[in-house]
């Protein structure tokens, strides 16, 4: 069995980070005008799911001829993007990213907050290759998410106000390549995500910061950062960025 990170996460820009500003926090129930560009996580688009699509994006990670997730400024931001929903990525948990692309409007937006996928890939030709159950692989999905240290979101600026709403899990199991049978990288996936209603035409920002605070195989404890400035409907006149967003947020759980 295989286990990867990617997307996971990501910081937001603001001062916290360096010169220890606290971003503050909305009240319980208090809705944001972030909240608002947010699809409810029993949302579909085009018939698909939220569950079915963070199964899609896993697909389309695994394909790339080049991680997205290691993509360093947004450079591969337009490879393999097909369909009404527009997939960012996180990083690989190794440096913090900040990412410019242009998006056609009109596109929903699947934004990786933190997450895990497990995967069975087993050598075939091995008699003792035991393949493992969708529930295990469901199991093993799971631990990191149940020990959610902090997770922080802004769109343009403004801080979702309960990300960890947005814990989705994989409609069941999925083949990570779908042109192998279904046996074949059997995958489960869970974590928190958000799903933007198409943006209006412009410059927006999405800033996210997270990380886990459980121990599991050296991912337990990951810290992501990255921001997207996105274009969307083509590129736009650059402005000077919010208050406040000149800096990166790293997350942290105690």
């Known amino acids: 069995m295989r286990i990867t990170r990617t997307g996971l996460a990501a ?11 606290t971003l503050p926090h909305a009240a319980h129930g208090t809705q944001t005008e972030a909240d608002a560009m947010l699809l409810p996580p029993d949302a579909a ?8 699509l963070t199964a899609r994006w896993w697909q389309w990670a ?15 931001c337009e490879l393999g993007q097909e369909g009404g929903v527009w997939f960012l990525a996180g990083t690989d948990g190794t440096f913090n990213a ?37 529930e ?37 199991c999925f083949p990570l390549i779908p042109e192998m049978d279904d046996d074949y990288a059997k995958t489960a996936a869970d974590g928190y995500w958000l799903l933007l209603k198409p943006l209006p035409p412009g410059r927006h920002t999405v800033t996210v910061g997270a990380n886990y605070a459980a121990d599991d195989d050296g991912f337990g404890r990951m810290v992501q950062n990255f921001e997207y400035v996105l274009h969307v409907g083509g590129k736009s006149q650059m402005a000077s960025a919010p208050a ?11």
């Open 136 to 172: 295990a692989l469901q199991a093993s999905a799971a631990v990191n998410n149940e020990r959610l240290g902090s997770a922080v979101v802004l769109i343009d600026g403004v801080r979702v106000s309960d990300v960890t709403r947005y814990r989705i899990r994989s409609d069941g």
């Open 98 to 134: 900040q990412r410019e692309c242009v998006i056609p409007a009109d596109r929903h937006i699947l934004v990786p907050v933190i997450n895990m996928r497990r995967s069975d890939v087993r050598d075939r030709r091995a008699a003792h290759a035991t393949p493992k159950s969708c």
């Open 62 to 76: 695994e394909r790339m001829p080049i991680a997205p997730f290691r993509d360093p400024d947004g450079r591969l």
């Open 45 to 52: 688009v085009d018939g698909e799911s939220f569950g079915a």
């Open 244 to 254: 406040g967003m000149d800096g990166l947020l790293v997350a942290e759980g105690r």
């Open 11 to 21: 910081a937001a820009m603001a001062l916290a980070g360096t010169f220890g500003i």
